[in-house]
């Protein structure tokens, strides 16, 4: 039995799909987007998902577009973006748990989308399956976060196992599932996912640019000599991001070297080598921080694609980063330095290396392979000729499953 709603709140939800607005027109259809993933300060599944917004909205009018995710009030604005009431969890960086799947599918099937997209196997997702299924509309499940390895990471390997097979039952029942790596693709495939392709995830090429830098202006602003090699992270201060090791491989190669975190240095421990800014929330002051600096280190080897990384590239900026999971198939030695492990030793190595090169002409190169490979166009282009076939292979067989 479905949850019923605030007559307001479902009026408003229905008559959302009749706003000229986000009418998709002749030949169009509606998708809507459903993940917890998505808070005030959260990272690359927000960016992402705004990224689509505003790509959809300039290049495809007759796709409608819907964002349901967890905020403090069940809400919709009429204009693209419905909140649903979820509880914020503690010591969660803003990031809220939604508790029920049968309020969550009552607000899908209202909205009455032709494609969902879910960006999560909890609740959300849940829901979204159980909404396609009951609207005959077919549901993709992008694969942002690899559950079963976080829960290793912060509760034993012994949490690894059942976490994997929870993981692998729920993107085994969507009917198409998008990984942002041969990585990630690679562990969908062992949990059994046949229904399967790879899309790399993008970067706006015009917002992050090297002529955003102001590296003069950064300095003085953070106090720096001029001879500052300053190393730059930006992301949410999570375990699986490996904070400790970035900081104590600076500290081990002291002198000029410092490391500037962007939002991710909460609760990380003092160090003279690291300063620390707050979450920026202004993409535009952003992405001027890091075209500022001289280069990007990332520690995380189990990341499952890395949007800092070619964002820091778009920026000009050389990238120190693992060998392995996604940010090992972003980096080579063409656009900056892979660490032979993400322990301090193995990123002080790397970074020593890096900046013992032409770092002007690996910064061009980095530069380069944002524009050529990693432009918005290209993932949401794919993702738009996915959700249509999708939808008319459905079509043909209104109510078939494929799960």
Known sequence: MLTPLDPELASLLR????????????GGFRLVDTTMMYAPKSG???????????????????????????????LA????????????????????????????ETVLRLLQPDVI?????????????????ALGAPVVGFCHTDAAALAALHFGEWAEAPTFNFWAQAYQRFDH?????????????????????IQPLGVDTELFHPSRGDRARLFRRLGLSADTRLLVFAGRPAREKNIDSMIEAVERLGGPYRLLLVGAGKDAPYSPNVICL???????????????CDACLHANENEIFGLVVVEAMAAGLPVVGARTGGVGELIDETVGQRARSVDPAGLAE??????????????????????????????????????????????????????
């Open 15 to 26: 008559s959302s799909r009749e706003l000229s607005r986000h009418d998709p027109g002749a």
């Open 44 to 74: 690359g599944v927000k960016r992402y998902l705004m990224a689509k917004r505003a790509w959809l909205e300039r290049r495809r009018p007759d796709i409608s577009h819907t964002l349901v995710v967890p905020g403090a009030k069940t």
């Open 77 to 104: 604005d009429g204009a693209g973006l419905v909140t649903i009431a979820a509880t914020r969890l503690p010591f969660g960086n803003g990031y809220r748990m939604p508790a029920s799947v049968t309020k969550w």
């Open 117 to 133: 997209e879910a960006g999560d196997v909890f609740v959300p997702g849940h829901a979204a399956l159980a909404a396609g299924q």
């Open 177 to 197: 599932v998008v990984a942002p790596s041969r990585h990630m693709a690679g562990r969908l495939a062992d949990a059994g996912v046949e229904r399967l392709s």
């Open 278 to 292: 707050d979450y920026e929330r202004d993409p535009i002051r952003l992405a001027g921080v890091v075209a500022s």
């Open 350 to 403: 790397a970074i020593e290396a890096l900046f013992a090169r032409d770092l002007a002409e690996i910064s061009r190169a980095a530069r380069r392979r944002a524009e050529t490979r990693h432009g918005w166009d290209a993932t949401f282009e794919n993702l738009a000729r996915l959700y249509g076939g999708l939808i008319a292979g459905r079509q043909r067989q209104p109510l078939a499953m494929t799960a």
